[in-house]
């Protein structure tokens, strides 16, 4: 039962362009939400999360967006840069004291053309 | 100011054998959570720990064990090794939910 899932296994967009990545989740105890991104060979990094009472969380180039009742969220990078590529995760969590079991997406590969 | 450390960073077993995997967290977190990635399954939570108590546990047989000590660093133990444990495994910390978690650079196990 996979409880988060992103559906596009791979997106390529050119530099400069808006880059969507998209996350659905089923499990309705889900009250936070993160996305990470994860080069070859090294761990993965955290780039931007959102709590289930807000709708929208930004940070410089990134923006998350969470829409509760389609239990959907959304990764959006503006501008884009090649330095982006990497396969980007989406993780989430029931908080509480269970804030540190994250659940993770299956991943999304970005690549970013010069 | 350091990351999350994790020891060693590639390591060979034979089945049924056994092996520890260390992790030190980044000062200050409290709360160390321990993942396995594979290609076919993704990342997926094997255990967290907080002040030393074992605080969420995720489906793994009971081969898979972990502990964290009184500075936060914590090892987890897979005993009778399998060829399906292979697989790079992951330690992250965090000081809190809104902090995110840091992961460190992984374990690659490789069972033969």
């Known amino acids: 039962d996979q409880q988060v899932k992103q559906n596009s296994p791979s997106l390529s967009v050119q530099e400069g362009r808006i880059s969507i990545l998209n996350c659905d989740y089923t499990?309705?105890?889900?009250?936070?939400f993160l996305w990470y991104k994860k080069y070859p060979a090294e761990g993965p990094t955290f780039l931007i999360s959102i709590s289930s009472i807000k709708d929208k969380n930004e940070d410089g180039r990134f923006t998350v967006f969470l829409n509760k009742s389609a239990k959907h969220l959304s990764l959006h990078i503006v501008p884009s840069q090649p330095g982006d590529s990497a396969v980007y995760f989406c993780a989430a969590s029931t908080g509480g004291t269970s804030y540190g079991k994250l659940t993770f997406g299956q991943g999304t590969i970005l690549t970013v053309h010069p | 100011k350091a990351g999350v450390t994790q020891t060693p960073r590639y390591l060979i077993k034979t089945r049924g054998q056994q092996v520890t995997l260390s992790c030190s967290p980044i000062?200050?977190?409290?709360?160390v959570s321990w993942y396995q990635q594979t290609p076919g399954q993704g990342l997926q939570f094997l255990f967290e720990?907080?002040?030393?108590?074992?605080?969420n546990k995720g489906n793994f047989p009971g081969r898979f064990s972990g502990r964290q000590f009184s500075n936060s660093r914590s090892e987890m133990n897979v005993s009778t090794l399998e060829l399906g444990d292979s697989a790079l495994y992951l330690c992250?910390?965090?000081?809190?939910?809104?902090?995110?978690?840091?992961f460190g650079s992984g374990t690659r196990l490789t069972v033969v």
């Open positions: 992250a910390s965090t000081p809190g939910q809104s902090y995110g978690y840091t």
């Open positions: 000062s200050g977190h409290r709360s």
């Open positions: 499990n309705s105890m889900f009250d936070y």
């Open positions: 720990y907080f002040s030393e108590t074992q605080r």
